[in-house]
Protein backbone atom coordinates (compact mmCIF):
# COMPACT_ATOMS: atom_id res chain seq x y z
CA UNK A 1 0.00 0.00 0.00
CA UNK A 2 1.17 3.36 -0.78
CA UNK A 3 2.11 5.75 1.87
CA UNK A 4 1.15 9.62 2.16
CA UNK A 5 3.86 11.01 0.45
CA UNK A 6 3.21 8.84 -2.80
CA UNK A 7 -0.37 9.24 -2.29
CA UNK A 8 0.08 13.03 -2.71
CA UNK A 9 2.32 12.44 -5.77
CA UNK A 10 0.19 10.47 -7.34
CA UNK A 11 -2.92 13.16 -6.61
CA UNK A 12 -0.51 15.90 -7.78
CA UNK A 13 0.21 14.07 -10.98
CA UNK A 14 -3.74 13.84 -11.87
CA UNK A 15 -4.29 17.50 -10.96
CA UNK A 16 -1.66 18.32 -13.14
CA UNK A 17 -2.88 16.34 -16.03
CA UNK A 18 -6.08 17.79 -15.84
CA UNK A 19 -4.95 21.57 -15.96
CA UNK A 20 -2.74 19.99 -18.96
CA UNK A 21 -5.85 18.91 -20.47
CA UNK A 22 -7.76 21.57 -19.86
CA UNK A 23 -5.39 23.76 -21.03
CA UNK A 24 -5.40 21.92 -24.13
CA UNK A 25 -9.45 22.07 -24.80
CA UNK A 26 -9.59 25.82 -24.33
CA UNK A 27 -6.39 26.21 -26.66
CA UNK A 28 -8.49 24.52 -29.27
CA UNK A 29 -11.21 25.95 -29.14
CA UNK A 30 -12.76 27.62 -32.43
CA UNK A 31 -13.82 30.83 -30.73
CA UNK A 32 -13.03 32.36 -27.38
CA UNK A 33 -14.74 30.40 -24.45
CA UNK A 34 -16.87 33.65 -23.68
CA UNK A 35 -18.74 33.31 -26.69
CA UNK A 36 -19.40 29.36 -26.00
CA UNK A 37 -20.81 30.08 -22.74
CA UNK A 38 -23.02 32.88 -24.53
CA UNK A 39 -23.95 30.41 -27.14
CA UNK A 40 -25.19 27.84 -23.94
CA UNK A 41 -27.16 31.05 -22.38
CA UNK A 42 -29.08 31.50 -25.57
CA UNK A 43 -29.93 28.14 -26.09
CA UNK A 44 -30.73 27.17 -22.72
CA UNK A 45 -33.24 29.97 -22.55
CA UNK A 46 -34.39 29.79 -26.47
CA UNK A 47 -34.98 25.74 -25.94
CA UNK A 48 -36.67 26.21 -22.60
CA UNK A 49 -39.65 28.08 -25.31
CA UNK A 50 -39.52 26.04 -28.00
CA UNK A 51 -38.10 22.57 -29.01
CA UNK A 52 -35.24 21.32 -30.33
CA UNK A 53 -35.89 21.14 -34.46
CA UNK A 54 -33.03 18.66 -34.39
CA UNK A 55 -30.55 21.38 -36.75
CA UNK A 56 -28.15 24.00 -35.93
CA UNK A 57 -30.55 26.96 -36.55
CA UNK A 58 -30.35 28.42 -33.15
CA UNK A 59 -26.51 27.45 -32.60
CA UNK A 60 -26.22 29.38 -36.31
CA UNK A 61 -28.22 31.99 -35.84
CA UNK A 62 -26.49 33.23 -32.15
CA UNK A 63 -22.90 32.74 -33.58
CA UNK A 64 -23.56 34.79 -37.17
CA UNK A 65 -25.13 37.73 -35.13
CA UNK A 66 -21.53 37.99 -32.96
CA UNK A 67 -20.16 38.26 -36.48
CA UNK A 68 -18.10 35.47 -36.29
CA UNK A 69 -16.49 34.86 -39.83
CA UNK A 70 -16.05 30.53 -38.91
CA UNK A 71 -19.11 29.73 -38.21
CA UNK A 72 -19.04 26.81 -39.93
CA UNK A 73 -16.03 25.65 -38.28
CA UNK A 74 -17.60 26.08 -35.28
CA UNK A 75 -20.53 23.68 -36.17
CA UNK A 76 -18.11 21.51 -37.32
CA UNK A 77 -16.48 21.51 -33.78
CA UNK A 78 -19.64 20.98 -32.10
CA UNK A 79 -20.29 17.97 -34.66
CA UNK A 80 -17.33 16.59 -33.07
CA UNK A 81 -17.59 17.15 -29.92
CA UNK A 82 -21.51 15.48 -29.60
CA UNK A 83 -23.61 18.15 -30.85
CA UNK A 84 -25.43 17.25 -33.57
CA UNK A 85 -28.27 20.03 -33.10
CA UNK A 86 -28.89 23.09 -30.73
CA UNK A 87 -29.67 20.44 -27.88
CA UNK A 88 -27.53 18.20 -28.13
CA UNK A 89 -24.72 21.65 -27.73
CA UNK A 90 -26.25 21.58 -24.37
CA UNK A 91 -26.66 18.33 -23.56
CA UNK A 92 -23.50 17.14 -24.72
CA UNK A 93 -21.15 19.75 -25.63
CA UNK A 94 -21.67 22.17 -22.46
CA UNK A 95 -20.38 19.77 -19.95
CA UNK A 96 -17.19 19.55 -21.75
CA UNK A 97 -16.80 23.31 -20.57
CA UNK A 98 -17.98 22.72 -16.99
CA UNK A 99 -15.20 20.37 -16.05
Not at 38 to 47: C, I, M, N
Not at 56 to 75: A, E, G, H, R
Request: hydrophobic share 30%.
Amino acid sequence: MPDKNEIERRKQIARELKLRSKQEFNKNLPTSFENFKALFDYLDEQLSEKDCDHSFKLSINFLQSLNLNNVQVITEWLKDKGGYCDCEVLANVEEKFND
